[in-house]
């Protein structure tokens, strides 16, 4: 359980890198395929129930549904700091919009001659 216990961690952590590191077209695309992964893997465990069991007992975990619960836990967890950090990217670039707004709309100064 232990060895679960480190590999659920270092998941956990490698989605953090790669979110925190995510900006570019890669990482969408690197985003979308690690989504088709957990499509497949959610297909077969649907399918074949007994399979999630025999591989959550390969690495360590007592049954399948646990399997399941862990991915599902990692997955939101990526789903929540990707959203995070698109909505402070979003937040950031409305700052800049609203202030070059201000800058465009704003009278001169009155010691400026008209132009």
Request: charged letters at 15%.
């Amino acid at each position: 359980m232990i060895a679960v216990k480190i590999i659920l961690i270092v998941a956990i952590l490698g989605v953090m890198v790669l979110v925190l590191r995510s900006t570019s077209t890669r990482s969408r695309a690197l985003t979308q395929l690690a989504a088709l992964v957990f499509a497949l893997f959610a297909i077969l465990a649907i399918l074949f129930p007994e399979a999630t069991t025999r591989l959550a007992n390969l690495i360590g975990i007592g049954r399948g549904a646990d399997l399941l619960l862990y991915v599902v836990a990692v997955v939101v967890i990526f789903a929540i700091v990707r959203a995070t950090l698109a909505h402070r990217r979003d937040q950031q670039r409305l700052a800049q919009l609203a202030r070059r707004v201000a800058l465009l709309e704003a009278p001169p100064p009155p010691d400026t001659p008209p132009v």
